[in-house]
């Protein structure tokens, strides 16, 4: 028998329940799973603050590692360790908060070989969400040299990542935040300025002075606006984040007055290709940065409460879970 996080319907309580193989999804691939993580989309699911699981019952948990223990495909082994992030998984197919997971073989890639199991989930889907709007801005074009790059939501898993693997590629890095404690901590990941998020909340001109010339927004609603408005001639958003809101009331004058552009980041569905390139980037740009200060760490019966935490805001940085304590 296996431990989970098992959520039976919509009006359950998230608890930890006993699970065996014959329990599993369908999938062709079975996984011991090592680690998961909460991420604001799973805190969302455990507290079922917005409707993110599709059907019950349901195993939480957007990403997870672990090692192979049966499969019947030939692109995998026995013993090969592995990582999962998207696909649905936690939302319409059984996720990471659990010890075990059979899932697809194409929604999984191999762990790169200079990468332990503990690193990947402090890395997990922020950090992928993160190196995939990096790679968005670097694509049009933008280099260090060029500016400014503002990361708004920077103390959150996304945000924190995001200023990491900007500072460690040459970029210097405006930092947004509406905590005044985590100044330090910004720094030592590679902010060089801060701003509090009241300058992104209010309502601002369709055009604004312009002061960045690219940046990552983990926010939406109002601050996506702002932002846009802010942005510099030929410069670029990656929006990948919604924490303030799905609504986005702002002009077209930024866009044709200015040329910026817009880049939604959807990490969910990237296929394999991608993932691998994005993870390999992942492990080598973030190669000499310690994780510890940006990460905590839980067990599997504290999930609910860090869930909680963490949509309240209390929560700075990237939480992993050890399934197996």
């Not at 090592?34 to 059907?55: F, M, Q």
């Not at 195993?59 to 192979?68: A, E, H, Q, R, S």
């Not at 040329?259 to 980037?281: E, F, H, P, Q």
Request: net charge positive; aromatic share 6%.
């Amino acid at each position: 028998m296996y431990k989970a996080i098992l959520i039976k319907d919509k009006d359950s309580t998230p608890e930890i329940s006993s699970i065996n193989l014959n329990d599993l999804p369908s999938g062709d691939v079975t996984v011991q799973i090592e680690y998961s993580t909460i991420n604001y989309k799973d805190s969302l699911a455990l507290i079922n603050k917005i409707p993110i699981v599709r059907k019950f019952p349901m195993v939480p948990g957007i990403d997870f590692v672990g090692k192979i223990v049966n499969t019947s495909c030939s692109r995998y082994k026995e013993n090969q360790k592995v990582i999962l992030n998207g696909w649905g998984v936690g939302e319409s197919h059984w996720g990471g908060l659990a010890q075990i997971a059979r899932v697809q073989n194409d929604w999984l890639i191999p762990l790169p070989d200079s990468m332990t199991s503990k690193r990947a989930m402090e890395i997990g889907t922020a950090g992928f969400t993160a190196m995939l709007s990096l790679i968005k801005i670097e694509g049009h074009g933008i280099k260090p040299s060029d500016g400014k790059i503002l990361v708004t939501g920077a103390s959150g898993g996304v945000g924190s990542i995001a200023i990491a693997l900007l500072h460690a590629n040459g970029y210097e890095v405006i930092a947004s935040t509406g905590k005044n404690d985590v100044y330090e901590y910004l720094k030592k990941l590679g902010a060089s300025e801060i701003i509090n998020r009241s300058e992104l909340n209010s309502q601002h001109k369709p055009l604004d002075r312009q002061k960045w010339v690219a940046a990552i927004d983990t926010v939406g609603s109002k601050t996506l606006a702002n932002v846009c408005a802010s942005t510099k001639s030929d410069g670029a958003i990656a929006a990948c984040g919604m924490a303030q809101g799905l609504d986005l009331n702002t002009s077209v004058a930024p866009f044709i007055l200015r040329g910026i552009t817009l880049y939604g980041i959807n990490s969910v569905n990237i296929n394999s290709k991608k993932r691998v390139s994005a993870w390999d980037r992942l492990a080598s740009d973030l190669a000499d940065l310690k994780l510890d200060f940006v990460c905590s760490q839980h067990k599997l019966n504290e999930v609910t409460n860090v869930a909680k935490q963490l949509l309240e805001g209390k929560i700075v940085g990237r939480c992993i879970i050890d399934v197996n304590s």
